[in-house]
């Protein structure tokens, strides 16, 4: 059994099973630089501000597993019938 060590090796396995999965972490990283940027200026309390933040993350989430989902129904459904 081989063992991937190093990290860009289970990133470009992990990419070529789930085309999907760099556009997550990009999503990630995005919305975790933008919380970090803006926590510095924030007016309010920093609890409803990290709610806040919660719900982008998750709301990021949501979003690129819907877009996987249609993405899957593409390939499996209305792909295979416009080659035939």
């Known amino acids: 059994m081989e063992e991937d060590s190093s990290i ?3 990133l470009t396995k992990q990419s070529k099973q789930f085309p999907l999965y760099p556009i997550g972490i990009l999503g990630f990283g995005l919305v975790a630089g933008y919380g970090l940027y803006r926590f510095k200026n924030r007016k309010g309390a920093t609890s409803l501000y990290l709610i806040q933040l919660r719900l ?4 990021t989430t949501v979003g ?3 877009i996987g989902v249609l993405y899957n129904i593409y390939t499996d459904a209305i792909k295979p019938k416009t080659e035939s």
């Open 56 to 59: 982008a993350a998750q709301a």
């Open 64 to 66: 690129i597993i819907g």
């Open 8 to 10: 860009t090796s289970r």
